[in-house]
């Protein structure tokens, strides 16, 4: 495995020079962890790096990047915008191309720096050094508006590190509107997914929301602004405003979750209460059916955006059953061992629908801890031992009645 700094000096020698760029000196800089290292050449070509590093692996249709022992090392170059899109450029790369020009590319400043490998000077043309510090998401040129992509990912960004978009860039962001229909839906996934991981998810929405272009791919989400709810419940506004409240609280609180675990809860508890977009106003502020019209939204919003199925299932989940989770307390026995079974059998599960249900009702009460207790307790082992029944239909009516008699006994 050859050293990044080997690499370095066999490029300088050879009258190149190897920089460190893009996130991996942001999150130097800021002192988190990074998970990639991009590396950008300058100085020499294409055929030159390959003659030096007969092992590095070619890969890119528009140009080339190197791969050596897991590490990206791409060539300094320079882009032309060739049509619609996110994908319709020139590109160009050769020896002559300075790093400088190179950053001028990139879309904002916090990304716009780079590192020379050897000597550790920081090459911040733009002033991405100093936006870390003042919290500020800034495009670094006229260029910006090139990629739609680019108005996802600011957003994504901003709720990444609670930082805030500068007006100018909000201006660009919204002058990309008509380009984002251009996207794959499979690339705005990728962002709304890491935009949802974020600390603070919601930033990424109000970004969209306030460069007015969040009904692009999420008009469902866009349609609970303004859907008024009972002020007595609901003192903080709207249904978007109170989404927006539920998704970061449940951030925060599934923080030491895997991803895929956040992703599933979070999606939930950004859906949850889609259905109030679709309220016809004369009902305002009830909200009648919103969980099954909610099911349904989640549902068509997903094949739209082909969302995983995972996500999807657990959205549906936090539609229908989240008013019910808020409810528990007023259910029958019987009620409540359906609504434990039904939640315990889907993905989203107890725990992740009591999350949610936590954030959104204040005074909820602890379903999960109720339902793992009466499952736990009546289990197959305790029918088999009891009644001797062979699984079967008998089997599954004898569980869920000693589940009912369970809650009868403990929850009367």
Known sequence: MRNVRDIAKIIEENHGKLYLVGGAVRDKITGMNSHDEDYCVTGISASKFKELFPEAFARGKAFAIFDIDGKEFALARRERKAGLGHKEFEIETGKYISIEEDLSRRDITINA???????????????????????????????????????????????????????????????????????????????????????????????????????????????????????????????????????????????????????????????????????????????????????????????????????????????TEHMKGGNFNKMTPAKKVAFIEKVDKSLLKLEGLQVIVNADNKNAEDFCKIGNRCLEEIDGNFIRKRYNIKPGRAFGERLHQERVEWMRRHQS
């Open 113 to 319: 720096i780079a590192e020379d490998v050897l000597t550790g000077e920081i090459i911040d043309p733009y002033g991405g050094t100093d936006d870390l510090k003042n919290g500020l998401i800034k495009a670094v040129t006229d260029h910006f508006k090139e990629d739609p992509l680019r108005a996802y990912r600011v957003a994504r960004f901003a709720a990444k590190f609670g930082f805030k978009v500068d007006d100018a860039t909000m201006s660009m962001i919204k002058s990309l509107k008509k380009e984002l229909n251009t996207l794959s839906v499979e690339r705005v996934y990728t962002e709304l997914s890491k935009a949802i991981l974020a600390k603070k998810p919601s930033i990424f929405f109000e970004v969209l929301r306030k460069s007015d272009i969040l009904e692009v791919h999420f008009k469902e989400i866009s349609n609970l602004i303004g859907a008024e709810q009972p002020l007595r419940y609901h003192p903080e506004g709207d249904a978007y405003n109170h989404t927006m409240i539920v998704l970061d609280k449940v951030a925060e609180n599934t923080q030491n979750q895997t991803d895929q675990r956040k992703l599933e809860i979070r999606f939930a508890a950004l859906v949850h209460d889609i259905g109030k977009g679709e309220t016809p106003k004369e009902e305002y502020p009830h909200h009648y059916m919103h969980e099954e019209r909610g099911r349904e939204l989640v549902k068509s919003m997903g094949l739209r955006l082909k969302l995983p199925n995972a996500l999807i299932e657990c959205g549906k989940i936090a539609c």
